[in-house]
Each structure stands twice: as structure tokens, then as C-alpha cells.
């Protein structure tokens, strides 16, 4: 964990590494912002949580599985599993490659439908400001993998 302390504002960043179970994944990571929150003793300021990942997003919802089902609804009809991406045909594209390059057109329509890399949420009193029945979740739009996301909360 980086701890930076400058004019009475303190900046705490952490990087959490995990593997995701597979697609449509929602794992709550509230209670990590919030242990983050509480060990730097901020009262005022802002947690921001943050996905390197393009096919994973980061969003603020209720956490429950008829959640999952509507969105897999929705996204089969948007983007279906099993129509054609010119993202995954190899024989026309061309650049960001990698190694044994995976076809996920749709989780990267998913992405984009979904929005979000990050989100930002006031801490006030000491507390992350969330509604009822919210949730910070770090939601996986591909297949199990090795993921990241970086929690950094800043204040006084």
C-alpha cells in the first residue's frame, strides 16, 4: 500500500490482484474501500476504484444474482455469444495483439455498454457514502483470469 501525506491531505493507493471465477463475475469489493478508508483515518474526501482491464468494468449496484440475469439478458441481445466480431477474426485484424489472443468481441461491446472503468464516491463523516443496497463491485465481462483493480481514497 503507497501512503503519500502532504499538507494535511493524505493519499492511500493499493493494488489488489485477483482471479475472476468467469464471465458476469460480480465480486463486492466495498469492504476493501472501506478498511482503506478507515486505516488512512480519512473524514472528507473521495475512494476511487479503478479497472486496467478492457473487457472488466467497475460499477456502483445492488449485488444480487437476478442483477446477473438481467444483464446476461440484456447483452445476449446486444451482443450475442455467438455472432460475428470482426474483433476476433484474426485473418483482418491486425493491431493489439497478444499472445494466444482470446475471441471476446462481445465482452469488449459489454465493456462499452456497461460504461466504466472507474468509479469515484464521496467519504464523509469517515464513512463511504453509499444508498441502499449499494455495492462497489469490480464486474468481469470475459472468461476466468488474472485481473487487477486499484483502490486509491484521498482526504483530510
Given at each position: 500500500m503507497d501512503v503519500v501525506r502532504s499538507a494535511g491531505t493524505v493519499v492511500v493507493s493499493k493494488d489488489f490482484s485477483v482471479t475472476t471465477p468467469g464471465r458476469l463475475a460480480m465480486l463486492d469489493v466495498t469492504a476493501e474501500v472501506e478498511k482503506i478508508v478507515e486505516s488512512a483515518g480519512i473524514r472528507e474526501g473521495t475512494a476511487f476504484v479503478f479497472s486496467p482491464h478492457t473487457t472488466c468494468s467497475v460499477v456502483v449496484a445492488a449485488a444480487h444474482e437476478t442483477l446477473v440475469d438481467a444483464i446476461e439478458s440484456m447483452l445476449a441481445s446486444v451482443?450475442?455469444?455467438?455472432?460475428?466480431?470482426a474483433h476476433d477474426d484474426l485473418s483482418?485484424?491486425?493491431?493489439?495483439?497478444?499472445?494466444?489472443?482470446?475471441?471476446n468481441g462481445p465482452a469488449h461491446i459489454a465493456h462499452?455498454?456497461?460504461?466504466?472503468?472507474?468509479?469515484?464516491l464521496p467519504i464523509v463523516d469517515g464513512r463511504v457514502v453509499l444508498g441502499t443496497n449499494q455495492r462497489i463491485l469490480f464486474v468481469e465481462l470475459d472468461s476466468a483470469r488474472d485481473r487487477r483493480y486499484l483502490i486509491q481514497v484521498m482526504g483530510t
Open positions: 451482443a450475442p455469444p455467438d455472432g460475428y466480431y483482418i485484424r491486425t493491431e493489439n495483439l497478444v499472445v494466444d489472443e482470446p475471441a462499452i455498454l456497461m460504461g466504466q472503468s472507474s468509479e469515484t
